[in-house]
Nanobody
Framework: QVQLVESGGGVVQPGGSLRLSCAAE????????VGWYRQAAGKERELVAT???????NYGDSVKGRFTISRDHVRKTVYLQMNSLKVEDTAVYYC???????????WGQGTQVTVSS
């Protein structure tokens, strides 16, 4: 069973920045595609960003140019640097991992990000 432990959420003013972290308790981090989804109140969960072991990244249209995903193979951690935050970025952010060997999906517990003046 894969455990994903998130941290870094909080309250920030519009235009501010936050960095989310997700530590994966796995044996071999390279076997996992990792990333972030988010879910705002009353809305469906949407893709924020994805990172593959080969360095490939993918971003949701609403965050392109503002958010950056990265992964640290030594710490087995995926980061989401969020800049130029907007009120509409307010949501619960979920870390996820997909085991490329068997396509099993794993989710973190979620961390709240609130952008408000």
């Amino acid at each position: 069973q894969v455990q994903l432990v998130e941290s870094g959420g909080g309250v920030v003013q519009p235009g501010g920045s936050l960095r989310l972290s997700c530590a994966a308790e796995v044996t071999i981090f390279a076997y996992y595609v990792v990333g972030w989804y988010r879910q705002a109140a009353g809305k469906e969960r949407e893709l924020v960003a994805t990172s593959t072991d080969g360095g490939g990244t993918n971003y949701g249209d609403s965050v392109k140019g503002r958010f950056t995903i990265s992964r640290d193979h030594v710490r087995k951690t995926v980061y989401l640097q969020m800049n130029s935050l907007k009120v509409e970025d307010t949501a619960v952010y979920y870390c996820y991992a997909i085991d490329i060997r068997n396509r099993e999906h794993y989710w973190g517990q979620g961390t709240q990000v609130t952008v408000s003046s």
